[in-house]
T-cell receptor, first 113, second 112 residues
Framework: GENVEQHPSTLSVQEGDSAVIKCTYSDSASNYFPWYKQELGKRPQLIIDIRSNVGEKKDQRIAVTLNKTAKHFSLHITETQPEDSAVYFCAASRAGSARQLTFGSGTQLTVLP | DGGITQSPKYLFRKEGQNVTLSCEQNLNHDAMYWYRQDPGQGLRLIYYSQIVNDFQKGDIAEGYSVSREKKESFPLTVTSAQKNPTAFYLC???????????FGPGTRLTVL
């Protein structure tokens, strides 16, 4: 089955700096890679996703890059703000199945004012 | 926060008791999922269902059971066979043709 590894587990940055979170996956058939943000005690919410036919996707201060050959993808947050502080999860899934998501273990991002 | 709801928000159970967690969605989504989240860990798939009256085991199904009698509802029963049930349980749903899963607010289960 799929295995997703996520690094780092914790990340502290100064407000205004950039943050990068990296994930690797094992199943070359995976073709959908979402990123979720979860605030303490709340539900995960999708912030950005990318499909395997695209190398990069950007939405305002958030971007995701995908390297299919190396089987890794990354989340980039620029101009970080205190409200970006949360746990971020990457995930991977295959098409044609029930599209089960396999999640990474999460990164606790803290943006210091 | 409408669309997909879970109840109760907090649930306490004595060892040896079965307990059922509710998940309801009014999004007309076909697929529904149950995940378990432990502190400092990612979400792990317990069960999923793509259509009514059909469901499949996920990665950690032992000690859990589900039913899907209605499209809108996917209840999860945590049985006494689940050795370490204390966790945060999240339900999600997805419409056919889309990859995106929408999550409910979660139920925090504590075994006393």
């Amino acid at each position: 089955g799929e295995n997703v590894e996520q690094h780092p587990s914790t990340l502290s940055v100064q407000e205004g700096d950039s943050a990068v979170i990296k994930c690797t996956y094992s199943d070359s058939a995976s073709n959908y890679f979402p990123w979720y943000k979860q605030e303490l005690g709340k539900r995960p919410q999708l912030i950005i996703d990318i499909r395997s036919n695209v190398g990069e996707k950007k939405d305002q201060r958030i971007a995701v890059t995908l390297n299919k050959t190396a089987k890794h993808f990354s989340l980039h947050i620029t101009e970080t703000q205190p409200e970006d502080s949360a746990v971020y999860f990457c995930a991977a899934s295959r098409a044609g199945s029930a599209r089960q998501l396999t999640f990474g273990s999460g990164t606790q991002l803290t943006v210091l004012p | 926060d409408g669309g997909i709801t879970q109840s109760p928000k907090y649930l306490f159970r004595k060892e040896g008791q079965n307990v059922t967690l509710s998940c309801e969605q009014n999004l007309n989504h076909d697929a529904m999922y149950w995940y378990r989240q432990d502190p400092g860990q990612g979400l792990r798939l317990i069960y999923y269902s793509q259509i009514v009256n059909d469901f499949q085991k996920g990665d950690i199904a032992e000690g859990y059971s589900v039913s899907r009698e209605k499209k809108e509802s996917f209840p999860l029963t945590v049985t006494s066979a689940q050795k370490n049930p204390t966790a945060f349980y999240l339900c999600a749903s997805r419409t056919s043709g889309s990859n995106e899963q929408f999550f409910g607010p979660g139920t925090r289960l504590t075994v006393l």
